[in-house]
């Protein structure tokens, strides 16, 4: 806070694409435009850092690796379609939300770049 309204934008577009988090609510205060999003349950890094820290190496399965990044590149792909290139993935910039599955969910849009500048 305060997020840069580039950052929104693009967020904004990638929204009801499954892997981005939706925006709950956004406005403008004093300090400048805010936005809510839900609370996801932990950082790909920090995951990675805590198999390393188990002994693991840092490392998970490759099942888990690959569905992780199937389900990556196929944000990457729905975003990509609305008109947005996120420019900074990377372990920090993924989250993962627990359910019947962990779902990873593509976050910072704060470098993110619209393909075409009149959307």
Known sequence: FPV???????????QRVRGVPEIVESGETERGTFMVMPVLWACLANVLQRLDHD???????????????RMLVKTLQGIHAKGVVHCDVKPENVMLRRGACVTPYLVD???????DPNL
Do not use: H, N, Y
């Not at 190496?57 to 888990?64: D, I």
């Open 109 to 115: 849009f704060g470098r993110a770049r619209r393909t």
């Open 4 to 14: 840069p309204q580039q950052e929104l934008r693009c967020l904004s577009l990638a």
């Open 55 to 69: 002994g693991l190496g840092g490392r998970m399965s490759w099942e888990a690796a690959k569905s992780l990044g």
